[in-house]
């Protein structure tokens, strides 16, 4: 097994060809943390380094060692108190109203394997010889508190994945202020961070800065994940860059309020914590009772930022997406949002899908404005009943006509939210997230369901699911468009208000494994306004998430080589949308635009029936030339080769597991007179192979095209582009 216990040494091994990670049991029953890094065959040899020196002036924890100063030492799961005064994993209220806690090993587990999270996405092994899992547990016997911290190694994969389990064994409640997933000490070093920040429309640009002593942190309070901020960050070497040097990643499977915190003490040791935002929670923990925290991937890399991804590209495509559409191609598909908003009829849909069929493209969806009446964005959210004036015959009429046209229908809900001008919300008032005597703010015109009641969980079950039912829906876009305000519930109790966020998405998710459960064989998208909830947790049960409402070719490059970072291409719904854009009014080529989404999930989000001739022309020559190359992009590697951010180029690539197939897409922004000559290198080629480029019928070495490189033309005017296709010969 890749996970060994030396009980002499009392220390705990994790590993696999790439990576190790090493834990020991300190001599105060706590756990401590020795390392994680590159593969070291024999960890338990790190016995011999002290972990332990004598400070002045500094509390020490065990009598008689007055080294033994746990502000000093390196821990695994750490408390507050007893001489380490950082910002630890775990907070407990005790009924006495005492903070303190003493969690010390009482036993292990070893196993081949993964389990499940109960009720928690997470990711999962077909075979149990995929990976191996360590449970360690920890006890407090004062307050009859067990905590088992939950550790998997993949075989195939430089990642362990963390968790931890409170279990509430004695009489007494216990409130739980804190329960982080995970925790890391590492020892001195300049480390820098890296995170994923933004906003609406431009979510995901990469920040990095140093750490000084105190503390950086990255959160959401927003109820989800949020445009703002992203459930990951990385601790990097000061000379790390895409391909060279050491990265952390730490990646958060969940889509609720969270936090990442770097804490960087006086002694110049980093203290990494992840998890649940503890702003505005706390969970009462009553005698029998358990409490699970989300699951967070740890990614080491000893090559670069772009290993790294690739790591966590290869692991979400393959154990966190799951069902039918996870090993699929996606299909091109046509979004009538932009092409009409609110204004449309069964006549207009059934014109646009026609005009979308002889572009070939696969799939029609409808967006909003399809149920109850609505109009605009005022009303009718929560009444997923159909707008029969508007769409005569219905859903079904709507779906067999563009089944006939050769083409699958999709569909878009908003089920989370409810507008005060509802059916629903006057029959139900108490169903929206809401303070007693407080007027709750609108965004968008529209109120939060409270879905940590399970009678409103069960009525999105089973209005969404009538509506499947009725009509032959192939895929499902499924929209969130606001944040959290005034957290309340008029059903949880007073000392459990705090809670709102956490059961609430924890409703969300037994509703959205109920309905994709039932409903395996449609194609779910995640939404929350375009890029808000871009999360691990939403992609375990939908594989694939609108990357930002942001549509503009010159936006996306940014907004896709951000989210790169982290997350797949077939994760990513990347659309061609109409000129001037939407968004920030640019005009940019036909071209460009495909150049720039052909590299996620294609898709058009425009009136297709007011293109030109010539422009119907090129879609249907996109479109061809993407079913081509779609399983490249949906499944081959991915390496960035030219920042958007630091210059007024990029440059990415795809390549095929087996390095027979390569494509390469270059963007210029501006203009200049007179340039420079260029050449970008490639990554991921087999040196020894010939490679043919398939427009010019050119000829490269693999070691040319890596070494040297390929020269980029001198592309003419603002927002340009040039893609390559290379095939191995």
Not at 354 to 372: H, N, R, T, Y
Request: aromatic share 12%.
């Amino acid at each position: 097994m890749s996970i060994e216990f030396f009980k002499e040494r009392k220390i705990f091994h994790l590993q696999n060809e790439e990576i190790s990670y090493a834990i020991k049991i300190l001599k105060n029953g706590q756990l401590g943390h020795l390392y994680w890094g590159k593969k070291i065959k024999n960890a338990e040899r790190l016995n011999r380094y002290p972990i332990t020196q004598h400070r002045p002036y500094e509390a020490y924890a065990v009598k008689d060692d007055t080294g033994f100063i746990l502000e000093n030492i390196a821990r695994e799961y750490p408390s507050f108190g007893q001489s380490d005064f950082r910002e630890p994993a775990y907070q407990i209220k005790a009924e006495d109203g005492s903070i303190i806690s003493d969690l010390k090993y009482r036993d292990h587990q070893i196993y081949r394997g993964k389990k499940d999270l109960k009720g928690l996405p997470a990711t999962y092994v077909e075979k149990d010889s995929e990976a191996d899992s360590l449970e360690i547990t920890l006890y407090d016997e004062v307050l009859d508190l067990e905590v088992t911290l939950i550790y998997t190694i993949f075989r195939d994969y430089p990642v362990i994945t963390r968790s931890a389990n409170f279990n509430n064994n004695g009489k007494q409640n216990i409130n739980l202020k804190r329960a982080l997933s995970m925790s890391v000490d590492f020892e001195n070093r300049d480390f820098e961070l890296l995170q994923l920040s933004g906003a609406w429309g431009r979510e995901r640009d990469i920040l990095r800065r140093s750490l000084d002593q105190g503390i950086t942190k990255i959160d959401s309070k927003r109820g989800g994940s949020s445009h703002q901020q992203n459930p990951f960050a990385a601790l990097v070497e000061p000379d790390t860059d895409e391909y060279s040097g050491e990265a952390y990643g730490f990646s958060l499977i969940y889509s609720a309020n969270f936090i990442a915190q770097a804490e960087k003490n006086h002694y110049g040791k980093t203290r990494m914590i992840m998890g649940i935002n503890p702003f505005n929670f706390s969970w009462l923990l009553e005698s029998a009772q358990s409490f699970q925290t989300p699951e967070v991937v740890m990614n080491y890399s000893d090559q670069g930022l772009n290993k790294m991804s690739q790591n966590f590209h290869q692991l979400y495509r393959s154990r966190l997406v799951q069902g039918r559409h996870r090993d699929q191609e996606r299909p091109v598909l046509i979004n009538n949002w932009e092409g009409t908003y609110f204004d449309f009829n069964t006549d207009k849909i059934l014109e646009m899908a026609e005009a979308a069929s002889k572009v070939d493209i696969e799939l029609f969806v409808l967006d909003d404005g399809w149920f109850g009446k609505r109009n605009d964005d005022t009303s009718s959210l929560g009444d997923w009943y159909v707008n029969e004036d508007k769409l005569p015959g219905g859903l079904e009429y709507l779906a067999q006509e563009i089944n006939k046209l050769g083409m699958d229908f999709g569909l878009w809900f908003e089920p989370e939210m409810i507008s005060p001008d509802s059916d629903l919300y006057r029959e139900h008032p108490e169903w929206s997230i809401q303070l007693e005597n407080r007027e709750s703010s609108l965004s968008r015109q529209q109120l939060i369901l409270d879905l940590s009641r399970r009678d409103v969980q069960d009525y999105i079950i089973e209005r969404v699911s009538a509506i499947l039912n009725k009509a032959n829906i192939s895929y499902v876009k499924w929209d969130m468009n606001r944040p959290m305000t005034e957290y309340g519930s008029l059903k949880l109790k007073a000392k459990r208000q705090r809670e709102l966020n956490h059961r609430y998405i924890l409703g969300l998710y037994r509703v959205l494994e109920e309905i994709t459960s039932r409903f395996p064989d449609i194609l779910f998208e995640s939404c929350a306004g375009g890029g808000g909830r871009f999360d691990p947790g939403m992609l375990y049960y939908m594989p694939q998430t609108w990357t930002s409402d942001d549509t503009d070719a010159v936006e996306r490059l940014k907004i896709q080589y951000g989210t790169s970072m982290v997350y797949p291409a077939s994760s990513m719904g990347a659309h061609v949308s109409a000129v001037p854009n939407h968004q920030v009014e640019r005009s940019t080529s036909l071209k460009m635009r495909y150049d720039v989404a052909s590299f996620g999930n294609l898709g058009y989000e425009l009136d297709i029936t007011e293109l030109n001739p010539d422009q119907i022309k090129a879609v249907k020559n996109q479109v061809k030339n993407y079913k081509e190359i779609r399983r490249l992009v949906q499944f081959g590697d991915f390496y960035r080769l030219q920042s958007p951010f630091e210059s007024n180029f990029t440059a990415w690539s795809f390549v095929a597991e087996a390095k027979e197939e390569v494509l390469v897409g270059f963007y210029q922004i501006l203009a200049s007179p007179n340039p420079r000559e260029q050449r970008i290198k490639l990554k991921g080629l087999d040196a020894d192979s010939d490679y043919k480029e398939l427009n010019s019928a050119n000829i490269y070495g693999g070691d040319e095209l890596m070494n040297y490189g390929i020269k980029i033309p001198y592309l003419k005017g603002d927002f340009s582009s040039k893609v390559w296709r290379f095939q191995m010969i």
